[in-house]
Structure formats: C-alpha cells, structure tokens
C-alpha cells in the first residue's frame, strides 16, 4: 500500500503555521521594519529588507493562493494586539515578602504583562533590574566593582528562555516569575520539548519554536540553541553562588529557580565586618520589607534604641554604600542600594 504524500503544514512547527482569517493587517509594519533594522546593525541578518519579503522568509506569513496568513511567530513578535489571538500568553510577576509562595506576604503583583514577545522580555528585565541590589567588592589591586545579587546575565537568559520555549498553544495557563526574598522561580507552561529530560538539559538541545527563536537570535536576545541554560550554569559557577536548579513538573511546568548572593557578601568583608549589631539588623530589616521608615526601625530594634542613635547608624550605612535615601522630611524612607 502506498504511504500518502507528506503536506508541507506537517513538516512546519505550531509556530510557523498559518492563521486563517489573518491578513498582513494584524501585523505593526513599523514594528517590523524596526526589527529588520536592529538585526542588520547587529550583523545577525543580511538579506532582502523589504518586510513582506523578510516576514514570509521569517515564517511570520505564510502564502495560501492568493493570500497572506499571519503565524503564530508573526502575531506574537509583530502583532498590534497578540492577546486577541493568543488568550492568555501574557506572563504574570509576583513579588512575595518571604521565601514560600504565601498569599498574606505578596508585596506586589503585575498581571498579564502583554504586547509582544519583546515587550515581554522588556516588562520582566524591568522589573527584576529594578529589585536586584547592587554592592561593591574590589577586584584587580584597588578597583571598586559593582556586584549584583543575582548576575544580570542570569536574570535575562531565563527571562528570554521562558518567552523563547513557551508552548503556546496552552491558551490558558500564563506564565508567571516569582520574585521571594532569597531566590527567584521561572515557571513556564508547557514543561520540557520532547525529547529533553531534566537529566539530559544540557546536553540535549530542542527548540519547540524555531521560527521565534530565530527572530529572538537576530534581535540580540539569543546566541544560539542550548548556550541560554549553559550560560546560567556557567555564570553562576564563576560567581560561586549557589546552582541554579530545574524541575519538570508533569510535563505541564519547566520551572528555573536561581538563589540570591547573602547580602554581606554584596560588599566587602572588611566594610561589612565594621558593622555594628544594629547596622546589621537593619540591613536585614530592609532586605525583608523594603523600604522603612525611621519609625518602622525603631519599632522593630526596640524602644531602648533612641531616633538619634538609629539615625546615626543610618548615616554610616549610607556612607558605605549599603542604603538610600527616598523622600525628604516626613515621607523619608531608607532601602538597600
């Protein structure tokens, strides 16, 4: 018996098939064009810039006879409103006070971050950027060094992994990055591609969205299959900061899960080790709620500790580096650097 022929929509991926009822129309131009543009300066594409040539070679459109359909790739890369078509493709952020996913200490939530895969990926470095504390240490003779409590590299390549492996067609599970207050979790519908086990995560490189991966390469976000999850491995190892860690959670979550640097070891032991006890706590202090006022810190050191004196320790923190200041007066408020 013969075997029937193979049709080209079965050797595409989900993320390169047609949508009917799509039109070049769904699609930001402008968007595109500014794409083709950032990819050509980087060096990472060469060919025709015409963007309705470069979306069909891209497998953003695909030609049905007379018409253009719109992928999956071309809507969540270049769409004017992706969520129309992908239901819940956003990606949520919450932000907990302590180290378990308890709903009483949520400090801060952020919903269905849409738009595109790009504003996604901007969304999440944004936010993470903005609570990932810096100190400094001194490398190379007297040269101060900023550090951070997660490796920014790390923090992007698992931010870009999740959007780059994400299964799409899950309409309705979103994704989510939880922020706790020693470590961070990535937690992407769809679990692992076929064919990859945690065991083998490394070794064993499979994208389920090639056509996006592609695009994600020429923007700069990406430099090749497998190297994201090796480059977190190796950045942390370099750091000596503890390994990141991953789980397949019944092939319906791929969790990534990477722990903060202790805070002292953000600066230098000699400066740290100068500390006072109460220095210290209110490091602490600010590490667990974030920004405090000078009521808050004497609240929690105790009545026998005068405003003076936490002034003073306040001071010294900031001359080293440890602390800001926010407001003035009344609202003044003091949080790690």
């Known amino acids: 018996m ?36 950032s990819a050509t300066k980087q060096l990472r594409f060469n060919g025709d810039p015409d963007p309705v040539e470069y979306l069909i070679r891209s ?10 359909l719109a992928t999956p790739t ?21 932000h907990y006070r302590g180290s378990t996913p308890n709903s009483i200490e949520v400090m801060h939530i952020e919903r269905s971050i849409g738009g595109t895969v790009f504003d ?3 969304s999440i470095e944004a936010y993470l950027k ?4 810096r100190g400094m240490t001194i490398e190379g003779g007297y040269e101060r060094v900023e550090i951070y409590e997660y ?10 992994n999740m959007i780059a492996h994400r299964d799409y067609r899950d309409l309705y599970t979103q994704a989510i990055v939880k922020v706790f207050d020693n470590h961070i979790e990535w937690n992407n519908p769809g679990g692992l591609p076929e064919g990859v086990t945690i065991d083998r995560l490394l070794d ?47 092939n319906a979550f791929f969790v990534a899960r990477v722990w903060r640097r202790p805070i002292e070891t953000l600066f230098q ?29 004497k609240d929690v050191l105790g009545a026998d500790i005068s405003s003076r004196q936490i002034l003073r320790d306040l001071h010294g923190l900031m001359e080293h580096g440890f602390i800001k200041v926010i407001g003035r007066s009344r609202n003044t408020r003091y949080c790690l650097q």
């Open 59 to 68: 497998r953003c459109m695909v030609k049905e006879g007379a018409e253009l």
């Open 2 to 37: 013969k075997e029937p022929n193979l049709t080209l929509q079965q050797l595409q991926t989900i993320d390169s098939l047609p949508i009917s009822g799509t039109s070049l129309d769904v699609l930001d131009m402008e968007r595109v064009r500014a794409h083709i543009a």
């Open 120 to 122: 996604q990926i901007a």
């Open 74 to 94: 071309g809507i969540l890369a270049f769409g004017h409103e992706p969520q129309r078509y992908f239901a819940n493709t956003g990606v949520n952020i919450v």
């Open 204 to 250: 064993v490189q499979r994208s389920r969205n090639p056509a996006l991966f592609a695009l994600l390469f020429e923007r700069g976000f990406i430099e090749g299959v497998g190297q994201g999850l090796d480059t977190v491995v190796a950045t942390l190892a370099q750091a000596k900061m503890r390994p990141a860690e991953f789980e397949d959670i019944n």
């Open 130 to 133: 903005a609570h990932n504390r």
């Open 269 to 297: 032991q000699d400066i740290y080790a100068q500390l006072n006890v109460r220095q210290k706590e209110m490091i602490e202090i600010m590490r667990q709620q974030g920004e405090v006022t000078l009521g808050t810190l």
């Open 151 to 160: 490796p920014p590299v790390v923090l992007r390549e698992l931010s870009v």
